[in-house]
C-alpha cells in the first residue's frame, strides 16, 4: 500500500482476532454536531458498538494518513478543531497528498471501510437528493458510492432536509437496495416514518449478513443501505419538523448557501430553531444504528467463517 493507513490500537487487534469491526465517520463530529456534544455523542456510540459486541473504527484523515480508528486524544482534537476538510470522494486522495487534515463523509468513510476490509458501517443519516436539485444538480456523491462499494450503511433514513422522493428513486436507478428493518414505511431521520413504502424489508441482522453477502457473491457491485428507524420515543413527529425544515431551507436559499456547505448550515439552523430537540433526536437515532450495525457485523463474521 503506498499511502499511509494506520489503525487504532483497539482496531489493530480486531483485525489480527478476526473479531467484527463497524466503521463509523467524522463529518457527523465536525460538521454535523456542535462541540461539547460532538465528541460526547461519538464515544458514546463507540462504546454502543463496544456494547454490542464489536470493535468501532472512527475514520479521519489527520496529518495526511488515513486512520482507521482514533484514540481518544485524536477523537477530542478533531472534534475541537476548526477549519477541518469535508472529504468525499473527490477529495480524499487529494487531502492525503497534501498531508492535510479531514473528516470522511458517508462516501468517504465507505472507501475507507473498504480499504481497511470492515464491510459494515454505522452513521445518522445518509446525504442524498436536496429540494431544487432539477436546478442546483445537488446530489450528494454518498449516493454514487452506495452503488459501487460493498459496505453495508445503517442509517435513519437518508436525512429528511432532501427530497426523500428523489433521493429513493436515484437509489433505484442505481441499484441500491433500501431495507428498512421491522416496518414498512422508510423512516425520515428525525422521524420514525415517512410516507413512502420502503422497497425492502427486514426484520433481523442475519437477514441483512446474508444479504450483503449473496450479493458480493453474485459480483453485484456495492453496498445496501439499511434504514433503520428513530426509537418512537426519540422521534420528533414529521408535522412538527416541517415548517422548521421550510424555513431553514429559505434561509439557505436567500443565503445562496451552496455546495458542502448546504447540509451542516440546515443541520445547525434546524438545532437553533428547534432549541437543541433535533440533536438530541440525532443522537437518539445514531446511536441505535451503532447498536444494530454491532449486530450485523457480528453475523458477518459469523455466515463468513
Ligand atoms: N449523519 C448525520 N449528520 C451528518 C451526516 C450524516 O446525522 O452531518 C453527514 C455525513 O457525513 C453525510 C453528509 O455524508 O452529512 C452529507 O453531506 P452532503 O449532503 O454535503 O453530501
Ligand atoms: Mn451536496
Excluded at 449516493?143 to 433514513?157: C, D, H, I, R, S
Excluded at 436525512?159 to 437509489?171: F, G, M, N, P, S
Aim: one cysteine or more; proline letters at 5%; charged letters at 15%.
Amino acid at each position: 500500500m503506498n499511502f499511509p493507513m494506520t489503525f487504532s490500537a483497539e482496531v489493530a487487534a480486531a483485525r489480527a482476532a478476526g473479531t467484527p469491526i463497524v466503521a463509523l465517520e467524522s463529518t457527523i463530529i465536525t460538521h454535523g454536531m456542535p462541540f461539547p456534544q460532538n465528541v460526547e455523542t461519538a464515544r458514546i456510540v463507540e462504546q454502543d458498538v463496544r456494547d454490542g459486541g464489536a470493535t468501532p473504527a472512527t475514520i479521519a484523515v489527520m496529518n495526511g494518513a488515513l486512520h482507521i480508528g482514533l484514540e481518544a486524544d485524536q477523537l477530542d482534537g478533531l472534534g475541537q478543531a476548526t477549519d477541518v476538510a469535508k472529504l468525499s470522494r473527490a477529495d480524499i486522495a487529494a487531502c492525503i497528498a497534501m498531508g492535510g487534515t479531514g473528516a470522511t463523509t458517508v462516501a468517504a468513510t465507505m472507501i475507507a471501510a473498504h480499504l481497511a476490509g470492515i464491510h459494515v458501517f454505522a452513521t445518522g443519516g445518509i446525504g442524498g437528493v436536496h429540494r431544487g436539485a432539477e436546478s442546483s444538480f445537488d446530489i450528494s456523491a454518498d449516493l454514487n458510492e452506495l452503488a459501487q462499494t460493498p459496505v453495508t450503511v445503517v442509517a435513519a433514513g437518508a436525512k429528511a432536509i432532501l427530497d426523500l422522493e428523489k433521493t429513493y428513486e436515484v437509489l433505484e436507478t442505481l441499484g441500491v437496495p433500501v431495507i428498512t428493518v421491522g416496518q414498512d414505511m422508510l423512516p425520515a431521520f428525525w422521524s420514525a416514518v415517512s410516507d413512502m413504502a420502503t422497497p425492502l424489508r427486514m426484520d433481523t441482522a442475519a437477514q441483512i449478513a446474508s444479504a450483503q453477502i449473496t450479493r458480493t457473491a453474485m459480483g453485484l457491485s456495492g453496498g445496501q443501505l439499511i434504514c433503520n428507524p428513530i426509537p418512537i420515543d426519540a422521534q420528533i413527529p414529521a408535522d412538527v419538523l416541517a415548517p422548521v425544515i421550510a424555513q431553514a431551507l429559505s434561509e439557505a436559499d436567500a443565503q445562496s448557501i451552496s455546495a458542502k456547505l448546504v447540509t451542516p448550515f440546515l443541520l445547525g439552523r434546524i438545532f437553533e430553531l428547534t432549541e437543541g430537540r433535533s440533536l438530541v433526536a440525532n443522537i437518539a437515532l445514531v446511536r441505535n444504528n451503532a447498536v444494530l450495525a454491532a449486530k450485523i457485523a457480528g453475523e458477518m463474521v459469523k455466515q463468513s467463517s
